[in-house]
């Protein structure tokens, strides 16, 4: 698959990159996509919740009233979970949501989502490029010259650009990761792909 080459200001340099078909032209898995993007997802959870048991409520454990001849039924103390404030049963606790998946999984998954990508037209190649400072306005400009103002992108880059990240990080919609970054969700929820000219290469031989 060829892809022609654009630079920052939007217009085509004559020059041509093809997509290698072993990354971005495999039979896709769906069942492949869904674990990585649920593995993902629940990565990135904080699993901090917590609520309070009977053993860990403020209440006295002073036994409220008696035990027999009140009519009612027994009650040992205030913490107990049929009271108001009392301690909760089987509440929440931390734990961790991750789970692991195998390499090969994963980079099935990669594939499968870039594959989606291609068929749909939806990954575009830009010259490699540098900003001299981290300005939001210069990747704006950029933005605009590609017609991508206010669609979800993902840029990927062939080695770490802080100018370039930092310049994007207060655009909405925007993302700008390196190739070693890359994940199945990011390129799945981004509406165009943009690709550096460098940045094709690497991913082939990540993937391969």
């Known amino acids: 698959m060829e892809?022609?080459?654009?630079?920052?200001?939007?217009?085509?340099?004559?020059?041509k990159v093809v997509l290698s078909d072993t990354v971005f032209q495999v039979e896709p898995s769906d069942h492949a996509i869904y674990l990585d993007v649920k593995s993902i997802l629940a990565n990135r959870r904080?699993?901090?919740?917590?609520?309070?048991?009977?053993?860990?409520?403020?209440f006295s454990t002073k036994k409220i009233k008696k035990q027999k001849g009140t009519g009612g039924a027994r009650a040992g103390s205030r913490k107990s979970p049929v009271f108001v404030?009392?301690?909760?049963?089987?509440?929440?606790?931390?734990?961790d949501y991750g789970f692991k998946l195998n390499k090969?999984?994963?980079?099935?998954?990669?594939?499968?989502?870039?594959?989606?990508?291609?068929?749909?037209?939806?990954i575009s190649v830009i010259e490699d490029f540098t900003l001299k400072?981290?300005?939001?306005?210069?990747?704006t400009k950029i933005l605009d010259a590609l017609s991508l103002q206010n669609k979800k992108t993902?840029?990927?880059?062939?080695?770490?650009?802080p100018n370039v990240y930092l310049s994007s990080r207060n655009i909405q919609r925007t993302k700008v990761v390196t190739v070693d970054d890359l994940n199945t969700y990011d390129v799945l929820n981004a509406d165009t792909l943009l690709l550096s000219e460098?940045?094709?290469?690497?991913i082939e031989d990540l993937l391969n």
């Open 104 to 122: 090969k999984l994963k980079t099935l998954a990669k594939k499968s989502a870039l594959t989606y990508k291609a068929k749909d037209s939806k």
């Open 198 to 202: 460098g940045a094709i290469k690497k």
């Open 154 to 161: 993902l840029l990927v880059l062939g080695e770490n650009n």
């Open 3 to 15: 892809v022609s080459v654009v630079n920052i200001k939007g217009k085509e340099t004559g020059k």
């Open 133 to 139: 400072a981290p300005k939001t306005k210069d990747f």
């Open 85 to 95: 404030g009392g301690g909760t049963v089987f509440g929440p606790r931390p734990r």
């Open 46 to 58: 904080q699993g901090t919740h917590k609520s309070k048991e009977r053993a860990e409520v403020a």
